[in-house]
């Protein structure tokens, strides 16, 4: 059974940063493409950032670009997203999610068959 579970959110003020952190199990971790979305109050999810099962390419949305970075340690199961200058558009909940099939870069949603609970991460203006 496959569990992914995200952590590291919170409430912080514009331009502060955060880590989010996801911890994957019930697969083999380094071979999946991994990704991060989130979800803010009366809107869609949205794909915020992806990196190929190795760690050595990755995607961003226009809106996190050069504000975000996706990392991940392939010892430890688990996927990271450093988040810094943050604003109050970044408010929502961000979900993490195991992607199937190769590396494409995609955001699309129905790609990822796996999904977390989601962390919120509220910042204030």
């Known amino acids: 059974q496959v569990q992914v579970v995200e952590s590291g959110g919170g409430l912080v003020q514009a331009g502060g940063s955060l880590r989010l952190s996801c911890t994957v199990s019930g697969l083999d971790f380094d071979a999946y493409t991994m990704g991060w979305f989130r979800q803010a109050p009366g809107k869609e999810r949205e794909g915020v950032s992806c990196?190929?099962?190795?760690?050595?390419?990755?995607y961003y949305a226009d809106s996190v670009k050069g504000r975000f970075t996706i990392s991940r340690d392939n010892t430890k199961n688990t996927l990271y997203l450093q988040m810094a200058s943050l604003k109050p558009e970044d408010t929502a909940l961000y979900y993490c999610a195991v992607k199937s099939g190769a590396w494409s870069g995609s955001l699309n949603r129905q790609a990822y068959p796996h999904w977390g609970q989601g962390t919120q991460v509220t910042v204030s203006s």
């Open positions: 990196i190929s099962s190795s760690g050595g390419s990755t």
